[in-house]
């Protein structure tokens, strides 16, 4: 049975799917779709930012333009011959009271209600994963300069107000997209002021720089990964395949090219590359399952 949605999620995802169904060219924006939206606030990031299970992967710092290193505010502490570890806190809190940026990484592990959200973002994609982050700002200070991502991103406004630049789209890569200067980015397009309930959904490579007009911002952002077997697979397995059945000896590289093409488009090959795809999205929906697990402790409930 699948775990009912806040109405506010519910909302969000309509949206989404109807951006899905009709893919804009660059971007989507629905001002005000959310009245007053309460399925994640800032009290909720900061119970979340107070959990001393924490570790520095799950949060990036930055003030005054540098990112803050978070590795020495880890502990550990023996009990019978274990270590545990946990995060001293005193230097994020230090941070943000200087004004500084810091976005928590795994919403959609720390929050099953996100988590639900991110499993119907999946099923809306031919073959993706949803990494969900909060992103908390302050004005003069934002977590991530100039930059373009590699897969679609959705983004909800939830407290305060977030500018959007929007740069003419740039060729989709995973290289080269991040820190990028105004030269790079180019004249600005589009510009979007978010407020709260208002949604965004930006098509890949399309750069954005965003800044905090006033005290501070809080908005999530869904990272629609695409999970469909990339390059690096797809050429394992035909090299793979070459090497049980490659070119005759001395021929022209146009001649190994064309036997190597035609494996990459034989009936098997594609047998097998929709049978790796069909394979991975199972995983996905089982990881999210058992991401679903992760706080369900629901036992003890008769001795409360």
């Known amino acids: ?67 803050i290193p978070l590795d020495s505010s880890m502990l550990t502490k023996n009990v019978q011959m274990k270590f545990l570890e946990f995060m001293d806190k005193d230097l994020v809190n230090q941070e943000l009271g200087k004004g500084g940026a810091i976005v928590l990484e795994g919403l959609d592990i720390l929050d099953p209600g996100i988590n639900a959200f991110c499993a119907r973002l999946d099923e809306g994609l031919p073959c993706g994963m949803t990494n969900c982050e909060s992103f908390f700002s302050q004005a003069g200070n934002e977590a991530y300069e100039g930059h373009a991502d590699s897969d679609d991103v959705l983004v909800i406004q939830l407290e305060g107000r977030k500018n959007w630049n929007l740069y003419e789209p740039q060729q989709r890569r995973y290289l080269g997209n991040e820190n990028q200067s105004d030269a790079k980015l180019g004249p600005v397009k589009y510009q979007v002021s978010m407020r709260p309930g208002d949604a965004l959904y930006v098509r890949a490579g399309v750069p954005h720089l965003c800044s905090t007009p006033g005290k501070f911002s809080l908005h999530i952002s869904c990272d629609l990964l695409d999970r469909t077997p990339n390059v690096e697979k797809i050429t394992k397995e035909a090299n793979n395949q070459y090497l049980h059945a490659c070119e005759q000896p001395y021929e022209p590289g146009s001649k190994v090219i064309d036997k190597y093409i035609q494996i990459l488009k034989s009936p098997a090959f594609q047998a097998d590359l929709e049978s790796e795809t069909k394979l991975v999205r199972e995983e996905i929906r089982r990881f999210r399952e058992r991401v679903a697990r992760v706080s369900n402790i629901r036992s003890l409930a008769k001795f409360i």
């Open 1 to 67: 049975m699948k775990f009912k949605l806040h109405k506010d999620l519910s909302t969000l995802l309509d949206f989404y799917n109807k951006q899905r169904k009709n893919l804009p060219a660059e971007y989507a924006y629905a001002p005000g779709l959310i009245p007053k939206p309460s399925f994640f606030t800032l009290k909720d990031l900061q119970n979340h930012l107070n959990n001393p299970l924490l570790k520095p992967e799950w949060i990036h710092v930055k003030t005054a333009g540098r990112r």
